[in-house]
């Protein structure tokens, strides 16, 4: 672990417009990255917001990895504690919250990095596209400034000319015509300003995108539309992405691989297809099913939903977290939590079925 004990999640200015400081050299993040590394190596990362009896862990030893131009999905149920991770991500969380672990990009640990350093790094090593759009863009200024504000911060742009020319580039990149810089946020659709989002996202060239529920609050054709958009826009711009959403479906439609987040942990990971076509972990299955899949019928009759509610995360079961709602549960889950083991090369799944003789499917699904 660097850096030594817990640090706070907070700036006191988080979530503020970097300033001029700290410009990065072309590329933003140095291109150095530990050998054999992913872009983005998370390691035991721990997130617990305030103290005491109060105590909310919710992200307990997350530890992952994004290949440069690959693109990871994190799917569970709300209050998982997957914002939390993504906010964690470019130290945007709260002062009450502290970390612990490291969070390499490129090989540099965004924990312990120097102010000026980590606002650098905010624009030009990751940026983040936040589910609402709308709270996310500021009500009073038109976008097209708001778009232009960090490239001449960060001197992408020297003269005001310069920003505007470029920001009608982004906006053209987003399907938006460029006029619609002088347009304030609330004339636009939501679709339009998720489209704004993710301009302002690609403004000072990122390594990363992290994508939080981005399409979450569209309705189903727009949502498909920003889908398409960022899956071409990482594509044809070699752009990492970190997509985070409660649908499975959806992420494994994007991403090439897929991580299974419930109570503040990683249950299981690797390719896209095993995950989402044959999950390993009872909790991976049960979000596989919980929406229909497009081209199959099946799917669509008999949702299966999963009883009960996430755990709340200051009072978590015992053992396996998952067991009081698990299908397949054990007697020894209630006391004996898992790690996550390998299923198949690449696919890791935290079961204490995984890799034994005892079959992961109930002998007889039920049927509702
Ligand atoms: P998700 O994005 O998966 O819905 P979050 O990361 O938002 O989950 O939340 C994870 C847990 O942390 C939840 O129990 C939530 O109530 C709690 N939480 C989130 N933000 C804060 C905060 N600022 N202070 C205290 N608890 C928080
Ligand atoms: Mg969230």
Known sequence: MTGGGPKTGGDPTTGAVPSAGGVPSAGGVPSAG?????????????????????????????????GSGSKL?????????????????????????????????????????????????RWA???????????SLNAVHRIGDQIAEPLLLHRRATTPAAARARVAGLLEQVGLPAARADAYPHELSGGQRQRVMIAMALACDPRLIVADEPTTALDVMIQAQILRLIERLVADQGISLLMIS????????????LAVMYAGRIVEEGPARAVYGAAEHPYGRALSAAFPRIGDPASRRAPRGLPGDPPDPSALPSGCTFHPRCPVA???????????????????????????????????????
């Open 34 to 66: 530990a050998a054999g590394s992913g872009l983005l190596e998370i390691k035991d990362l721990r997130v617990t917001y305030g103290t005491g009896a109060d105590a909310v862990p919710a992200v307990r030893g997350v530890s992952l990895s994004v």
């Open 330 to 368: 054990l007697e020894g889950c209630a006391h004996e939590d898992q790690e996550l083991r390998e299923a198949a090369p690449g696919h890791r799944a935290a079961c204490v079925r995984v890799g034994t003789a005892v079959p992961t499917q109930p002998s007889a699904e039920p049927r509702s």
């Open 125 to 135: 090593g990751a940026s983040i596209v936040f589910q609402g759009a709308m709270h």
């Open 246 to 257: 409660h649908d499975l479906a959806v992420l494994a439609d994007t991403c090439d691989r």
């Open 73 to 121: 999905g994190i799917a569970g149920e709300s209050g998982c504690g997957k914002s939390t991770l993504a906010l964690a991500l470019l130290r945007l969380l709260p002062a009450t919250a502290r970390l612990t672990g490291e969070i390499l990009l490129d090989g540099e640990d965004v924990l312990t990095m120097r102010w000026g350093r980590l606002r650098a790094v």
